[in-house]
């Protein structure tokens, strides 16, 4: 039989985080929310390490605004290798028509 994982949505991990901060016992406040506290606690690391872009959902990746930056200008970079390599077989293809 399959196993059906539960999703919790944004709203939802973020109170349960900011609970755990108040409580002093995080398996028990785990336990009581019907969630792991091996699950909690990475939800809790998620929150601290990312800051804004914590919990984005639906797969997307999780990055520092930092890591966005590189990541975007990686894009960009190869973006640009492949229309350079174009046009350097463009150029190839009519110069080698003209004679």
Sequence with gaps: MKQVRKIYDKA???KVVQLSY????????ARELGIT?????KWRKEFEEFGEGRFPGKG???LTPEQEKIHELEKKLKDAELERDILKKAIGIFSKSGR
């Design 37 to 41: 506290a091996p699950q909690l606690y």
């Design 12 to 14: 939802f991990k973020e």
């Design 60 to 62: 997307n990746l999780k």
């Design 22 to 29: 108040e409580r002093t016992n995080v398996s028990e406040l």
